[in-house]
């Protein structure tokens, strides 16, 4: 296939579907070499807040990028504007599978025929997704970690997904000071997710039966583990909305997986607490400053 790093990336821009914590945080990676981004929302202020993330936080990630070069963001106001001679459409929406298989739907028929059309589903493998999709060689998953604090993303085949264009889009995500790792076939979770999905599902479990509060188990992962975020803190990041999203995935896939996480998980969520973007959620962030 041609060399669109140096063919189609200067010339024509990427486009992320989805202006929330992941799509604002993809948007400013995408941005370090100087290429053009456009954001895709339907809530303005959603896409007002990634771009003032963006706007605060770039000059210090290009700074970290070798070569590194302030690009743009651009706010586009419909589906169709966003993809218009777009060579990259990566898909940040929420996870639930009807929306993301007719939104790809929609891609395949308003995308650039030549364009990459990649999903960061955290739990539903892109080939769950594809069924109105007339070129699945062009699907593929892109699964981002939280950029730019974790740079690892992980690529996974739809199953038809053109092996060069992977190999391809790990050498431009590796220009853009991400570190790109492709998954040797089709896994629900991919590499990293399974592993933290039983971690957060233990530690769900610790706290919903009573054995020890959030703040304390944190605080002992962190000793034993060696990190400066625990288990809580981490879902807190994430948004526990989307925490529940994934875990009712998995528990779909899987039925023998405990109930108890799921239950806590949505208590939290209808008292409002949600994690950082709401002020609260297993901690208290509505003193914190920015």
């Given amino acids: 296939m041609a060399d669109f790093l140096t063919e189609k990336v200067p010339e024509r821009p990427a486009a992320i579907l989805g202006a929330g914590t992941m799509g604002s945080r993809i948007a400013l990676m995408l941005a370090t070499r100087g290429g053009t981004v456009r954001l895709f929302d339907r809530q303005e202020e959603t896409t007002r807040k990634a771009t003032a993330y963006v706007g605060q936080h770039l000059p210090d990630v290009v700074a970290s990028v070798e070569g590194g070069k302030a690009g743009h963001v651009d706010i586009a106001t419909t589906l ?31 995308a650039p025929a030549d364009a990459i059309l990649a999903t960061n589903s955290s739990s539903f493998p892109s080939s769950q997704i594809v069924g109105k999709v007339t070129k699945k060689n062009r699907v593929l998953n892109t699964h981002f970690m939280m950029p730019p604090e974790k ?35 089709e896994s629900i979770g991919f590499i990293e997710n399974r592993i933290w999905a039983a971690i957060k599902r233990e530690a769900l479990c610790v706290a919903a039966e009573g054995v020890a509060d959030p703040e304390t188990i944190d605080r002992l992962y962190c000793e034993t583990q060696g990190t400066t975020a625990g288990p809580f803190r981490l879902m807190d990041q994430v948004g526990l909305d989307i925490v529940l999203q994934i875990e009712e995935h998995y528990a779909a896939a899987f039925p023998h997986l405990p109930e108890a996480p799921r239950t806590l998980l949505r208590k939290m969520i209808a008292e409002h607490r949600l994690g950082v973007k709401s002020g609260r959620g297993f901690y208290d962030y509505s003193k914190a400053t920015s």
């Avoid at 169709?80 to 298989?101: F, G, M, R, S, Y």
């Avoid at 190999?167 to 853009?176: I, K, P, T």
């Fill in 151 to 185: 740079r690892a993303v992980e690529l996974m085949s739809c199953g038809e997904t053109d092996t060069a264009l992977m190999e391809d889009l790990a050498r431009y995500f590796s220009e853009v000071g991400l570190s790109p790792y492709i998954a040797r076939k």
């Fill in 80 to 110: 169709e504007d966003a993809v218009k001679d777009a060579w990259l459409v990566i898909e940040a929406l929420p996870e639930k599978q009807d929306l993301k298989t007719d939104i790809f739907g929609q891609l395949d028929q308003l």
